[in-house]
């Protein structure tokens, strides 16, 4: 009996934990201790109110706390909209393990010269101050978010990627979006990320590198044309001021790229 105790204890434990981890950074989490707060005053009102004989009160509170029982699951589903969009969009893009199987040891995302490519091409953009945002799309898909920007089809390349960003060229703004070594895509507008403590130093370009992979396991590069800082953001977490050799590293990894000796 105290084995399984012990067991239920645990396991709730383990289970409000990874709630608070999805939720830490969000607006829903004020929103829930919000409401809580909410509850807990109307709950007094309606005791105080009980007390003093307040029957009108009383049962105007406890009537607004019995529908708000009752509309809970749908006041969920508004609150936690975002994080149940992220949370089944993460379930949905895991290949099967036997795609995982045949694909772990040659798969990649992009091939060894494209990475150099991207390598060369942020180099010259932070040289040159000029601010650039380079997604690289995974396992996720990215389709519904192309629409936004311009088809392009071209394959990767520094001097078709500085010709893009460079000012005044009407593609700069916005995101490029990589896949197979493909430019599919260019001025893609992204969603920006809602996490509430995210650095104010980042301005739209670094939030919504951010934003994109939060929602799926693209990879973001990001080029700041105020300081020349070299980041790249995967998972929802940043990492920036960069070196090339640092960021080679990290897509290499990232995009299963074998070295080439």
Known sequence: MILKSAVDIVLVSILIYFIFLLLRST???????G???????????????????????????????????????VILAVIFQPELRRFLGK??????IFSHMFNFISFSYLKYETIEALCRTIDALSKNQTGALIVIERETPLESLLDSGI????????ELAMTIFTPPSLLHDGAMVIKQDIIVSSRVILPLTENLFISKNFGTRHRAG?????????ISLMVSEQDSRISLAVSGRITTNLTIPELREMLVV????????
């Open 35 to 73: 409401s809580m707060i909410v509850v807990l005053l109307m709950n007094l009102a309606a005791l105080i109110s009980n007390h003093y004989g307040l029957i009108m009160l009383n049962w105007l509170l406890r009537s607004a706390l019995q529908i708000f029982s009752i509309s809970l699951p």
């Open 210 to 218: 951010i934003g994109i992979t939060e929602d799926t396991d693209a």
């Open 91 to 96: 379930l949905g893009i895991r290949r099967s």
């Open 254 to 261: 990232l995009c299963k790229v074998k070295k080439k000796k």
């Open 151 to 158: 088809p392009m089809g071209s394959q990767f390349s520094t």
């Open 27 to 33: 607006r829903a989490l004020q929103l829930i201790i």
